[in-house]
């Protein structure tokens, strides 16, 4: 169990010739890996990890998911010929399961959810359906896998290996190749021609191109499908192929790649042309297919009272905008007594908004429940009083340590343009010029009766394996980006202009948010620029450029151990630009034990010059951060500055030319009037190999000359 171990050690097994001891030793995480021969049986445990790799194997397995088993047995519970066996009684998997092939396998997998499967130089002949996939990775392998409702959530890696795939195989928009070396895999793909009543569409043709333009031509059967192969090589592995399927005068082009998903369904609108949509209050969409929305401006406001004005009731939907303008008819603030959505959807999948203007509405998209492969991408919203988009899905919120999420999102919020009060009020903090703030706060430079409205740009809560890329989002009186709650999930390449919080991430309570990558993201003129909220694990920030607000960024712990016993893990901030800020690059808050046993931040490779008061500015806590490797300067006061007691490293930093010190800590030498301040720095400090030069002060205030490496 992952707990505290004063003195335990192994039993002895038979055949081993080891035993593990463990004195005065915390235990966060267990894994059990069961390969071979090896015959194990688990007993009252909680686990992280359980790897199977099996030497040979025939036959079917289902349930391979994480959650609690009673009593279960690899092959008593299986139908499975394998020379291994593993026997699970009262005992909790709350992290994943890993499968790998070292012998042929001639396998059916089932109802399971994989973080990892290998197949490691052998043959195989796979079946697997209604199965979630992380990451496929073959080496030195060769055979077949036939999909059935599988999704691969992360992506792939092949080497020195021949397979065949074929079925229905869902790549996320998140999944990539991470490794392709002296590999050749044939994909199958099926198209299905649909006309628009959702009849077989048995005249229609269909044309492949290849990327150096060589075209084959199919035509579908009685039930309008289509079947073909690409070969994909080192050579055409990362290439787009093209799918061009026309009847009469109309045609549709759609891409295709390795990473498409199949089956692919290609619906056509009327025979003498694409059918023209102009929207109005209580349209339903309940069909299937591709709607083109007229051209002008429409004003419509909820004159039946249900919330939403246009509303989707179906999946494999895309509704294209085409300069269609949806004005929702009046000013509405947050205070409006219910919600009122532009375009709104519920348990839906496989839906594409884009090419919309949304105006004055409370939400402009709104998206909830069980929902997958949802793309917004290309819209414009403006003065819509709580949020441009809202993605939620609550019934998934991933809950520590008792479960993680369960399902995998894949939504796409893409090159979307927001402003969210074009008569936003403003207040002055530290002499920078900042939006008013959540609902109503104190404003200046403003007309009295402005309001606090267009309070969040684009958020998601609750979602896995998505994407929001390319958004430009401006004066939002709280956050601009506002990505909450997730897992696994890209923030990249966004620019934020004016909010209170440019790009805010948090997730309070018992939530957590992990594995997410943000990057590339511009944010200034905000309050905050990134904002590293509470319960982060193992979020990366990298390459962001963040100039011009209050703090560039915000490393933010507020919880309580003693109640949830986690707070912010290996938070990694890496190479990013934080300068011309008003107090500091970087502000850091985290509450946690000053026992120096979590790692809460590790800031490497930045460049923090150019703000108002410090490079790096200690506010609260005693979290533990790891400082290396940045460059600190021309900084108005301190390269450095611990308020707070924190357990922190500082190595191979350059910190230089600051208005005062390089690095200072809270103590009487730094603030001799502060009567509250200590003779010396409470928190702890390892110095090594940095190089601190011609700050205006002195490299040091209120630390120890010796702990500084020579």
């Not at 003129?525 to 990366?540: F, K």
């Not at 850091?588 to 010059?609: C, E, M």
């Amino acid at each position: 169990m992952p707990r505290h171990y004063d003195d335990w050690k192994t039993p002895p097994w038979e055949g081993v010739a080891f035993q593990l001891q463990l004195s005065n030793t915390d235990v966060g995480a267990w894994s059990i890996n069961v390969a071979e021969r090896a015959q194990v049986t688990v007993k009252n445990s909680v686990l992280d990890r359980l790897d199977l790799l099996l030497d040979g194997a025939s036959g079917k397995i289902s349930g391979l998911r994480p959650g609690l088993f009673s009593s279960w047995s690899l092959k008593d519970n299986n139908d499975i010929h394998c020379p291994c066996d593993l026997l699970l009684e009262n005992t909790m998997l709350r992290g994943h399961w890993n499968l790998g092939f070292s012998g042929r396998a001639d396998l059916a997998i089932s109802d399971s959810d994989i973080s990892q499967l290998g197949i490691w130089g052998t043959y195989v002949e796979l079946t697997i359906k209604q199965t979630q996939i992380a990451a496929l990775q073959a080496y030195n392998s060769m055979g077949s896998i036939a999909f059935n409702g599988v999704s691969v959530t992360r992506g792939f890696d092949f080497e020195s290996s021949m397979l065949t795939m074929s079925g229905e195989m869902a790549c996320s928009a998140s999944a990539r190749v991470a490794n392709w070396s002296n590999s050749t895999i044939l994909r199958g793909y099926d198209v299905h021609l649909v006309d628009a009543s959702g009849s077989p569409a048995v005249n229609a043709s269909l044309e492949v191109e290849s990327p150096n333009g060589q075209r084959s031509l199919a035509t579908p059967d009685e039930n309008g499908h289509v079947s073909f192969n690409v070969s994909f090589d080192d050579s055409n592995y990362a290439e787009n192929w093209t799918l061009r399927a026309s009847i009469d005068n109309h045609t549709a082009v759609r891409p295709l790649s390795f990473l498409s998903t199949s089956p692919i369904t290609v619906r056509f609108g009327e025979v003498s042309g694409t059918t023209t949509l102009i929207p109005y209050d209580g349209l339903v969409i309940d069909t299937p297919g591709t709607y083109d929305f007229a051209t002008g401006m429409f004003a419509l406001d909820d004159t039946n009272g249900d919330g939403w004005i246009i509303r989707v009731d179906a999946d494999n939907v895309v509704l294209i905008g085409h300069h269609t303008t949806l004005f929702g008819g009046e000013d509405h603030t947050f205070e409006t007594p219910y919600d009122i959505v532009a375009i709104q959807m519920h348990d839906r999948h496989n839906i594409t908004i884009e090419g919309f203007t949304i105006m004055n509405y409370v939400i402009g998209i709104q998206s909830t429940g069980n929902q997958s492969y949802i793309t917004i991408k290309d819209n414009r919203f403006f003065d819509n009083s709580e949020r441009a988009v809202e993605i939620i899905d609550r019934d998934y919120l991933p809950y520590p340590p008792e479960r993680d999420q369960a399902r995998s999102n894949n939504i796409l919020i893409e090159d979307n343009y927001v402003v969210g009060n074009t008569k936003i009020p403003t207040r002055v903090v530290e002499g920078k010029t900042l939006p008013c703030g959540y609902k109503g706060s104190e404003s200046q430079d403003s007309p009295a009766n402005a309001q606090c409205t267009g309070i969040f740009g684009l958020e998601w809560w609750g979602v896995r394996d998505s994407i929001m890329r390319g958004n430009t989002v401006k004066d939002t009186t709280l956050s601009g980006l506002r990505p909450d709650m997730m897992q696994n999930c890209v923030i990249e390449n966004n620019v934020v202009d004016f909010s209170e919080l440019g790009l805010w991430s948090c997730a309070g309570g018992a939530f957590v948010k992990s594995e997410n990558i943000y990057r590339n993201n511009e944010i200034t003129n905000s309050l905050v620029g990134l904002g590293a909220g509470e319960n982060g694990r193992n979020n990366l920030y990298e390459n962001n450029d963040l100039h011009d607000n209050l703090y560039g960024m915000y490393i933010l712990g507020e919880i309580d151990p003693s109640k949830y016993h986690f707070g912010n893990q290996n938070e990694k901030v890496v190479n990013n630009k934080m300068y011309n800020n008003v107090l500091a690059g970087i502000g850091v808050t985290l509450d946690w034990p000053s026992t120096g046993r979590d790692l809460n931040a590790y800031i490497h490779g930045n460049t923090i010059f150019g703000n108002g008061q410090y490079g790096i500015s200690f506010e609260e806590g005693s979290g533990h951060v790891l400082i290396t490797g940045n460059e600190i300067y021309d900084n108005g006061q301190d390269g450095i500055i611990l308020k707070s007691t924190p357990v922190v490293t500082i190595n191979g930093n350059n910190i230089h030319d600051n208005g005062e010190w390089g690095i200072a800590a809270y103590s009487k030498t730094w603030c001799p009037d502060d009567q509250d301040a200590p003779d010396q720095f409470k928190g702890q400090i390892t110095l090594d190999g940095n190089t601190i030069a011609n700050n205006g002060k002195g490299p040091l205030c209120g630390v120890q000359l010796e702990e500084a490496a020579p």
